[in-house]
């Protein structure tokens, strides 16, 4: 496997709406339960994404043979794929999973980026409860759960909250809110293997000890923080301020593979041309920050 392939198709977590690997375990799942679906309608299921992937411009052999197409959920696809994974996952941990998706979710045609709540409860529910099995209820009392518990908190959360550090020294320069920053860690650190707990504490804790190395391109790099920022998933002043930043906190691979420090120059060309940035198969993490079209993104 290739480097840049390896960037595309290693990051997935327990949480992820992995839609090749849902798949797999609903036809294992429903295979003795073919009166609710059958695996012939699963199949035209993976036939639809197929193409829906070769429409969307992204490598489909690939991600069909390893079985890992992380799904954004600015996708409308993601709907179905996320009930089924609350159909075939341990049920036990349904409840995190809700809580993960809903720090992520984009938005789509059918909810806002800040109503996951109503996505939840008047569509992924009627999915769910369609397919569940007799004897798995379990599975929609979990999800009623989550959304009592979520409701008015989710509802009435302020998104963005600016850490009170007084010294000026360690001010933060990228923020975010809270629960993203943890949700964001935990995507971006199969980036940096061998130096997880390094980006925790940068991210976190806003600590700093040494460069972080980023197993892929500058301009990987460079245009993953630019969609943060227009997706107001960080705020930093300028984008200068940005670059400035990430120069000096990151290295990244050079065309030998060799990490090295990044330039200032090169990094300012991404964040503010589009022509610099990387074609869409080479971009990353598209379902923590989706991908806007220049003359619709709002510029700060």
């Not at 963005?160 to 935990?186: C, G, H, L, Q, W």
């Not at 002043?237 to 940005?242: Q, R, V, Y």
């Not at 074609?279 to 993490?285: A, N, P, Q, S, V």
Request: glycine content about 2%; aromatic content about 12%; charged content about 30%.
């Amino acid at each position: 496997m290739t480097e840049d392939s390896h960037l595309r198709t290693s990051y997935r977590h327990v949480y992820d709406v992995d839609a090749f690997e849902i798949l797999d375990r609903m036809k294992e799942k429903y295979k003795s339960n073919n009166n609710i679906i059958s695996v012939k309608s699963l199949k035209f299921e993976e036939d639809n994404l197929v193409k829906f992937l070769i429409e969307e411009g992204f490598n489909e052999v690939e991600n069909q043979k390893n079985r890992n197409f992380i799904l954004p959920s600015n996708y409308n696809l993601y709907n179905k794929f996320l009930s089924y994974k609350l159909l075939t996952m341990d049920v036990f941990k349904i409840e995190p999973l809700l809580s993960y998706q809903s720090v992520l979710f984009l938005g789509n045609e059918y909810a806002s980026k800040d109503n996951f709540i109503g996505l939840l409860e008047f569509l992924i529910y009627d999915i769910v409860k369609e397919k569940v099995l007799p004897n798995e209820q379990i599975r929609l009392e979990k999800m009623v759960n989550w959304l009592e518990r979520n409701r008015t908190f989710l509802n009435k959360k302020a998104y963005y909250k600016t850490p009170r550090i007084n010294d000026s020294e360690n001010k933060r320069i990228v923020t975010m809110d809270t629960d993203f920053a943890n949700v964001f860690f935990e995507k971006f650190k199969v980036f940096f293997k061998g130096q997880e707990t390094e980006l925790f504490d940068f991210l976190i804790n806003n600590e700093s000890t040494e460069l972080l190395n980023f197993n892929g391109k500058s301009n990987q790099l460079a245009e993953l923080f630019k969609r943060l920022r227009y997706n107001s998933k960080i705020q930093v002043s300028s984008i200068k301020e940005l670059a400035n930043w990430i120069v000096k906190h990151f290295t990244a691979k050079n065309k030998q593979k060799e990490f090295v420090e990044l330039k200032i120059n090169t990094i300012s060309q991404v964040l503010s041309k589009p022509k610099a940035e990387p074609i869409k198969t080479k971009r990353i993490l598209l379902d923590v920050a989706e991908f806007i079209p220049q003359n619709q993104r709002k510029e700060k």
